[in-house]
């Protein structure tokens, strides 16, 4: 049941985001394990629900955080970053210098 959670999850993802589900599965897995969470129906919702809300209230969208989230995951949990305050980093960056994300997300890595 865990993994049917997850996929779904997955799934609802690359419809908001409007990603094909291969790079939706990427960009999930890269932010789960980014953060060493588990890859479950629990982690994929609150992902989702990160990035969903966050998007909701800046100009960035799911795919943009995702994107620039897969650059700095891993950096910012050794750093003892949360998964909510690096995805709250990552849109003012996106939002305030409109970069592509790619470079957002180095950026935020690089410091």
Do not use: C, H, W
């Amino acid at each position: 049941s865990q993994a049917m959670g997850a996929g779904t999850e997955i799934l609802k993802m690359a419809r908001i985001a409007g990603l094909d589900y291969a790079s939706a599965v990427d960009a999930m897995i890269s932010a789960l394990k980014g953060f060493n969470m588990e890859v479950n129906a629990i982690n994929t919702k609150k992902i989702n629900d990160i990035y969903s809300r966050i998007a909701a209230i800046s100009a960035s969208n799911v795919e943009e955080l995702s994107t620039a989230m897969s650059k700095t995951a891993s950096i910012a949990a050794n750093a003892g970053m949360e998964v909510e305050s690096t995805t709250a980093l990552l849109a003012q960056g996106i939002e305030k210098t409109r970069e592509p994300a790619e470079t957002v997300g180095t950026a935020l890595k690089t410091v």
